[in-house]
């Protein structure tokens, strides 16, 4: 049986592998989500995770490896050098060790659905990879 943390790991590992398979020339190529390139996604899903983080660690979300800081459901803008894997890799790491993390799970994270306690939110992160 796997902990919440390392069902996440999995999840979280998983996205970093398709992080490092993009080819230089890749990242421009459109997605399922309509005018979202793999760029695009792949940083909104770092900011999206991101503010998680820091909502639940309660400080303010910082850029990263060269990605700024959006609000929820933005793209923030990422410098040309931006280090995708990097920032995954930091992000992935520090939300593991948050759903170990007694203090955190009754964190309220915003959510379109209202205030959700971070225990609540916890199955559905490796979804969200």
């Not at 803008?77 to 593991?96: F, K, M, R, V």
Request: proline share 11%.
């Amino acid at each position: 049986m796997t902990t919440p943390s390392q069902h996440f790991r999995t999840a979280s590992d998983g996205f970093l592998a398709r992080i490092n398979a993009v080819q230089p020339g890749q990242w421009q190529n459109p997605t399922p989500c309509p005018a979202w390139t793999v760029r695009d996604v792949t940083v909104h899903v770092i900011n999206e995770q991101r503010r998680t983080l820091s909502t639940v660690r309660q400080r303010d979300p910082q850029p990263i490896h060269g990605v700024a800081v959006a609000n929820m459901g933005q793209l923030p803008t990422t410098a040309s050098g931006a280090d995708l894997t990097a920032a995954w890799s930091q992000i992935g790491d520090e939300l593991a060790a948050t759903i170990d993390d007694p203090s955190c799970l009754d964190v309220k994270i915003p959510t379109p659905m209202g205030p959700t306690p971070y225990r609540d939110m916890v199955d559905a992160l490796p979804r969200t990879c």
